[in-house]
C-alpha cells in the first residue's frame, strides 16, 4: 500500500496545486456533508481501497463506507460506497477518486468481457505492459479483478523475446546460442510472426529452454498450424495481434493457451461512475 499512497499523493497534489480555490471561496471550513458513489451503468468495480485512501489523503476525518467488494459485478443504480465528513475535503478529492475508480473499474469491466468471450475453451486472457506509466500494478490488478491472468509485471521477471531482439541478434539461431552462454533462470518466451520461425524455435529447443510461443498477428489457419505444432513439442501458446471482442472467441478455438489483449489497459472506457452529495 506505500506504494500507492505515494501515487495517490502526487495525483492529489497534480490536481490541487497550490489550493481547491472553488472549494475555499464557497464552502466554509465547518461544514459536513455526505456523498454516494453510484455506478452509472453496469460493470466491476474496483480500486475501492485506492478511493479510501484518496479520501484519507484530503482529510483524515472524512469517514468512507465500501458497500461491495473489489471485484462485483454491479448494475446501473447501485450505491458502491458512501463518504460523510468535512465537504471540503470531500470535494477537492472527488475527482481523483473518481478518476481512480472510473479507470479501474473500466479496465476490469471490459477484461471481464473478453473473459465471457473464451468461457469453456481453455485460453487464458493475458494483460501487456501497454500500461499508463506509474500505474501498471493498479492497471494489472484490476485485470485480474475483471477475470483475466497477469503476464510478466516488467522487464525483470521473464524473459520475452521479441522481434525487435531477434533481429539484432541475427536470427532464432544466434538467438539460442547467446542462452548457450547465459545462465538466466527465468521463464523463457520467444515470439514468432510465421511457420518457419516456430519450427526454427522447436528445433532449438534443447538449447534455447522455451516455455512459451508468442505467435503474433497470425492468420486462423496459421495460428491453428502452429497451436499443433507447439503442443506436439510440448510448448505453450499465446497469440497476440488482431484481437477483439469479435475475434477473440475463433482465436480461443485455436487451442491457443494464452491470449494477450494490450486494449484491456491502453484503451479501456471508464466506468461511468458518479459521486453525489446526499
Known amino acids: 500500500m506505500k506504494i500507492y499512497k505515494e ?25 459536513m456533508a455526505k456523498g454516494r458513489i453510484i455506478a452509472k451503468e453496469k460493470g466491476v468495480v474496483v480500486g475501492l481501497k485506492i478511493v479510501e485512501q484518496v479520501f484519507k489523503q484530503a482529510d483524515k476525518k472524512i469517514i468512507f463506507k465500501a458497500k461491495v467488494k473489489d471485484g462485483a459485478r454491479v448494475k446501473s443504480g447501485k450505491i458502491i460506497a458512501e463518504v460523510s465528513g468535512p465537504a471540503r475535503g470531500i470535494l477537492t478529492g472527488e475527482r481523483v477518486a473518481l478518476n481512480f475508480l472510473q479507470r479501474l473499474s473500466g479496465i476490469a469491466t471490459l477484461t471481464a468481457k473478453f473473459a465471457a468471450r473464451v468461457k469453456g475453451q481453455g485460453s487464458r486472457i493475458l494483460d501487456t505492459r501497454k500500461t499508463t506509466p506509474g500505474l501498471r500494478l493498479l492497471e494489472k490488478y484490476a485485470v485480474k479483478m475483471g477475470g483475466g491472468t497477469n503476464h510478466r509485471i516488467g522487464l525483470y521477471d521473464a524473459i520475452l523475446i521479441k522481434d525487435n531482439h531477434i533481429a539484432i541478434a541475427g536470427g532464432i539461431s544466434k538467438v539460442a546460442q547467446t542462452f548457450r552462454s547465459a545462465k538466466l533462470r527465468k521463464p523463457i518466451e520467444i515470439e514468432a510472426k510465421t511457420l518457419s520461425q516456430v519450427k526454427q524455435i522447436v528445433a532449438a529447443k534443447f538449447t534455447l529452454p522455451v516455455s512459451r510461443i508468442l505467435l503474433d498477428n497470425m492468420n486462423i489457419k496459421t495460428l491453428r498450424q502452429a497451436v499443433k505444432m507447439c503442443k506436439k513439442a510440448g510448448i505453450k501458446t499465446e497469440a497476440s495481434g488482431g484481437v477483439n471482442l469479435k475475434t477473440i472467441r475463433v482465436i480461443a478455438k485455436t487451442g491457443v493457451d494464452y491470449i494477450s489483449v494490450g486494449v484491456l489497459t491502453h484503451s479501456a472506457p471508464a466506468l461511468d461512475i458518479s459521486l453525489e452529495i446526499a
Not at 497550490?18 to 464552502?27: E, F, P, Q, R, Y
Request: net charge negative.
Open 7 to 31: 501515487i495517490i499523493k502526487q495525483a492529489l497534489k497534480e490536481d490541487i496545486g497550490s489550493g481547491d480555490i472553488t472549494t475555499l471561496a464557497i464552502v466554509p471550513k465547518e461544514v
